[in-house]
């Protein structure tokens, strides 16, 4: 009998003695002496010792490396909430930082939750009821994840327990009852793996995915599984065969390479054939061969090997590793016309950069245990590298006193699902939810840029490379990679419609704030009369409210005659028009409909429904770069009779080539086609082409 109660142990003690000091490890058998002594006489559901699910979790980190104070934090993790043990007595016997670490993961007000709840139960003069059980347990959930994540800023040592304690808790569904699984593996769904995600920790990740779809959707699940099996048993003979031949040639090059493959896992491979539309069997990155090597500069090497030995497939050749990811993530990308004719997918880096690909954050652990306890860096791993989006849950409570379930909400909004990756001028990266606009951008740089913001001009490189530049209004919706330069204009002020358009929390608490500060009937004026009083063309199109709608064109996405158009419904008569496949309009539609406010589908508009309107047409005009090409075009421009209304020349990133975005006002009269014509016509222009990705993602007509 003693034996099953040591195995574990000794498990961990093994794992931790990889690379642990004797005082170390003297530390780690003290906590668990602990943590055996706290759950004594507790059994899981499942039936075995309790302290064998903190012995768990603390291997799931003793793998990853995690220095003793994690170690013994994940052996306490559950005492605090679950037995006689108290914090302080945590904090007396393993001092401050243990204690913060155990206090971070400890559920929200255990102890005072089940008070609350038996004090309303005695006012109604009943025990509670189901509903209230339940509401209380949900507002219980979201403070334990607001505590989790305040503490996190602190020490992402927190995070890391509360992870690898989710990961055992799903592994073992079996110790838990019917209603704590289903909360349990959707909660999983919605935080914890997107947060393992966040922090690059892509193997738990995926585990979490899995486990949590597999208790969720068992048929998808097995479906999923199964195909994935058909697939692989029909390309393992083949896949072991390119694996062969990328070895020999490898080797006789002079490379010391490991290559393997892996196929997709059963969740992302889900999720992706059905966001895709298309069959699991057609995913392209279904299964995908990696080599390994030693030196970085090996990676460029096997990838010639590789491209020697068969064709790449051009369009899928990436390099990451002199360019990583934003999150950091390094390999070269490559996709060849293999064996039989096949495609296959590789991914070609060093065995750090896939060490760090797979455990991303802790990866600091497992390179300080390589380094080894005497020359392990000094700092803690946050001193010097503390991710943005993990200091901003301190200022969302500080700022706007949310309730733990707005906490939550914003959480998942604002940091879990979709980034996108903007740069100032000078290059600092800043990253914001996917939909927000040039407001929340200035917001994000400082209140006083915020509270005027004008616009911004933004450069984005196009297909050649070269960087082209636009002006935008406020409202519009950023794109990875977009260097915004943000306008301010003292005349420019926070209104009604900002609100609208801006998607982070902050931007819109400082916009609220102003609003307050008396600007607000100036704001409401904007939005009221502008429909009576703006020269707006009343055509036969009709607003919703009956009366003839006022047409405005979108500044955002510039339609012009001939495009696919849709309306949005504002107040009063007034109707804005976009090009269909406006990001504004589609970012204001969506805010609608998550607010159940009215008019959160598009109006149907044609061209034809409107009178003859003035349009803006927005040009890239290619040329050679030669110093009086603006004055060329702004000449001919004038001689047309045209007025401009934005124009920018761009950096010339590749020699000889200039980049012109111009926006001009039309008349009803005039064609867009006659214009470019007459550009074309101008010295030193090769190309003019519409501008149809201002504000689009699209390609227009
Ligand atoms: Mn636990």
């Not at 012995?55 to 006689?84: F, K, R």
């Not at 206090?103 to 255990?110: L, Q, R, S």
């Amino acid at each position: 009998m003693a034996q099953t109660q040591l195995a574990p142990l000794q498990v961990l003690l093994d794992l931790c003695g990889r690379y642990m000091s004797a005082a170390d490890l003297a530390l780690v058998r003290e906590a668990h002496a602990a943590a055996d002594a706290a759950h004594a006489g507790t059994n899981r559901k499942s039936g075995e010792p309790y302290i064998e699910h903190p012995l768990a979790v603390a291997s799931i980190l003793a793998e990853l490396a995690m220095d003793v104070e994690g170690i013994a934090a994940a052996l306490l993790h559950d005492t605090v909430e679950d037995t006689q043990l108290t914090l302080d007595g945590v904090r007396t016997r393993f001092g401050p930082a243990i204690a913060r670490v155990v206090d971070g993961v400890t559920k929200f007000g255990a102890a005072e939750a089940t008070e609350t709840l038996r004090a309303s139960a005695t006012l109604d003069g009943a025990t509670p009821t189901l509903a209230q059980r339940k509401a209380s347990k949900e507002r219980q959930q979201a403070e334990s994840v607001r505590k989790l994540l305040k503490a996190m800023s602190h020490d992402p040592r927190v995070v890391l327990v509360k992870l690898a304690d989710r990961l055992h808790n799903l592994r073992t569904l079996d110790a838990m009852s019917d209603t704590q699984r289903e909360r349990t593996a959707r909660e999983t769904l919605d935080i914890y793996a997107p947060l393992a995600g966040r922090m690059g920790l892509y193997n738990i990740k995926s585990e979490l995915e899995d486990l949590a779809f597999r208790y969720l959707d068992p048929d998808a699940y097995a479906h999923t599984v199964q195909r994935l099996d058909d697939e692989t048993a029909k390309r393992t003979h083949w896949a072991e065969r390119m694996v062969e031949r990328m070895q020999r040639e490898l080797v006789a090059s002079g490379i010391q390479a490991a290559v393997n493959w892996r196929v997709k896992h059963p969740y992302r491979a889900w999720i992706e054939a059905r966001e895709s539309g298309m069959d699991i069997a057609l995913l392209h990155d279904l299964i995908a061969f990696r080599v390994l090597v030693n030196e970085r500069d090996e990676c460029y090497q096997a990838l010639r090997v590789i491209h020697h030995l068969w064709h790449p497939y051009s369009e899928r050749i990436r390099d990451y590793v002199s360019t990583p990811k934003l999150n950091g993530y390094q390999s070269l990308h490559t996709a060849v016309f293999a064996l039989d004719g096949r495609l296959a997918q590789m991914h070609i880096r060093t065995h750090a950069m896939h060490r760090a690909s797979q455990h991303g954050m802790a990866t600091y652990w497992l390179e300080r245990a390589e380094a080894g306890a005497q020359h392990a860096p000094a700092a803690p791993l946050w001193t010097d590298h503390k991710p943005r989006w993990v200091d901003r849950f301190a200022s969302w409570d500080d700022d706007a006193k949310l309730s733990a379930a707005e906490f939550v909400t914003t959480l998942r909004g604002e940091v879990l699902e979709e980034q996108v990756f903007v740069f100032t001028p000078k290059g600092d990266v800043f990253e914001l939810p996917a939909g927000a606009t040039v407001i929340d951008f200035a917001y994000q740089i400082h209140t006083e840029i915020g509270d005027h913001t004008a616009g911004a001009q933004i450069l984005s490189s196009d297909p050649d490379g070269l960087l082209e530049a636009q002006q935008v209004p406020p409202e519009y919706v950023l794109r990875t990679g977009d260097i915004v330069r943000v306008l301010r204009s003292p005349a420019s002020q926070p209104s009604v419609e900002w609100l609208q358009a801006a998607q982070t929390l902050h931007a819109r608490e400082r916009i609220r704030r102003a609003l307050r500060r008396g600007e607000e009937p100036a704001a409401a004026q904007r939005l009221e009369p502008a429909a009576e009083s703006e020269p707006g063309l009343p055509g036969p199109l009709r607003h919703p409210s009956g009366r003839a709608a006022t047409v405005r064109l979108g500044r955002c996405c510039y339609p012009c005659p001939g495009d696919k158009i849709a309306g949005l419904v504002e107040s009063g008569t007034l109707v804005t028009v976009h090009r269909a496949c406006c990001r504004t309009l589609h970012a204001a539609l969506a805010r609608r409909r998550a607010r159940s406010a009215a008019h959160a589908e598009p109006l149907r508009v044609r061209w034809e429904d409107l009178q003859p309107i003035a349009y803006r047409l927005h040009l890239a005009i290619h040329g050679q770069d030669h110093r009086g090409l603006m004055h060329e075009v702004s000449a001919c421009v004038a001689q047309l009779g045209l007025s401009v209304a934005g124009g920018l020349a761009s950096a010339n990133r590749a020699r000889y080539k200039a980049a012109i975005t111009i926006t001009l006002d039309i008349p009803p009269t005039m064609w867009r086609e006659q214009v470019m014509r007459r550009l074309r016509t101008v010295p030193g222009v090769l190309r003019v082409e519409r501008d149809v990705r201002a504000g689009c993602d699209e390609t227009a007509n």
